[in-house]
């Protein structure tokens, strides 16, 4: 199940459509639970947020490619903006290609967190035409009394 509001918005940046954006395919993957990026057929650097044209090196010839699942937090904090009694936890992951992401983590609370955890992508889609991924830490388990305990480094 997943853990992201669901608030009324409209739908302002129409980018999913084919004659609207070159970025369409973002969006068809997200509808696929796929996490998907431009990487450049010259250079071979990774673009995010998808780009249809290379911000290395420009060129236009790109290639859709699926991000890595798997990364490490190296920066987190609580935010608050849209719902103050359930705040969110929000990251940035490098994920293990090297490629830099904000991302919410689910399923752990704000003392579970730590510079360098493992996280794994745990959900992909659209909300009401909003792009949303999620994260958990890797290696979760129930203790014997219940609690969660968190892996170690
Ligand atoms: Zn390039």
């Not at 070159?22 to 450049?40: M, Q």
């Not at 009401?128 to 968190?150: D, I, N």
Request: hydrophobic share 30%; charged share 25%; net charge positive.
């Amino acid at each position: 199940m997943v853990e992201i509001a669901t608030r009324k918005q409209p739908n302002r940046y129409p980018w999913e459509n084919k004659k609207q954006s070159g970025i369409y395919r973002f969006f068809d993957g997200l509808e696929k639970g796929k996490l998907l990026s431009t990487k450049c057929k010259r250079c071979h650097h990774f673009n995010w947020p998808p780009m249809i044209v290379c911000t290395k090196c420009l060129s236009d010839q790109v290639l859709w490619r699926e991000l890595p699942k798997g990364g490490q937090i190296i920066a987190y904090s609580l935010s608050y903006i849209g719902n103050s009694q359930h705040p969110e936890l929000i990251c940035t992951i490098e994920l293990s290609n090297g490629l830099r992401m904000l991302g919410r983590i689910i399923g752990s609370k704000y003392k579970d967190l730590s510079y360098g955890l493992k996280v794994t992508r745990k959900n992909v889609g659209l909300v009401e035409g909003r792009p949303f991924w999620t994260y958990e830490l890797v290696g979760r388990s129930k203790s014997k009394e219940g609690k969660t305990v968190t892996q170690s480094r």
